[in-house]
């Protein structure tokens, strides 16, 4: 994960993260081009909507879900799927690269950022929860 050059840009560095991860690499600004800058991303508040992304997601092919999450729904969703996790005590988006050792793997734009750098336990997860996951689910 490259890391963002501006604090609103975590999304956009995400969903590069996470097309590149399964295989569809492109740049961090085409990505905010998809994802819909200014409309959808811009400066004054970063990602405006989680249906931004979804949409963005679903105009690259995949079919996009979001759900809101415990630690343990979060983990058994981060066991199966790549995308992005947003705890909303951060109103932070990372890729999701996984499960590793008890807690999540995130590729983190912003490294240490609240604490965070590549995993997250339960403990952390709580600490900055609510958190929101949208996930990939399939290729359209």
């Keep these: 994960m490259e890391q963002q050059y501006y604090s ?6 995400s969903f590069a993260w996470t097309l590149g991860a399964t295989g ?4 961090r600004e085409e990505a905010g081009q998809i994802i819909g800058y200014p409309n959808c991303v811009n400066e004054t508040y970063g990602l405006m909507s989680a249906d931004c992304l979804i949409n963005a997601y679903a105009s ?3 079919i996009a879900k979001q ?8 983990y058994s ?15 932070h988006f990372m890729g999701i690269r996984g499960v590793e050792r008890g807690s999540i793997w995130v590729a983190n734009s ?3 950022y609240m604490g965070i750098y ?4 339960a403990g952390s997860f709580n600490a900055l929860g609510p ?4 996930y990939l689910e399939s290729r359209q």
């Design 60 to 62: 690259q092919g995949y």
């Design 77 to 91: 969703i981060c066991q199966h799927y790549t995308g992005v996790i947003n705890p909303i005590g951060m109103y």
């Design 67 to 74: 759900a809101w999450v415990t630690f343990e729904q979060a």
């Design 110 to 112: 912003a490294p240490g």
């Design 8 to 13: 609103w840009t975590c999304s956009v560095c």
């Design 24 to 27: 569809q690499p492109i740049g």
């Design 131 to 134: 958190c929101q996951v949208i």
């Design 118 to 121: 590549d995993n997250m336990d």
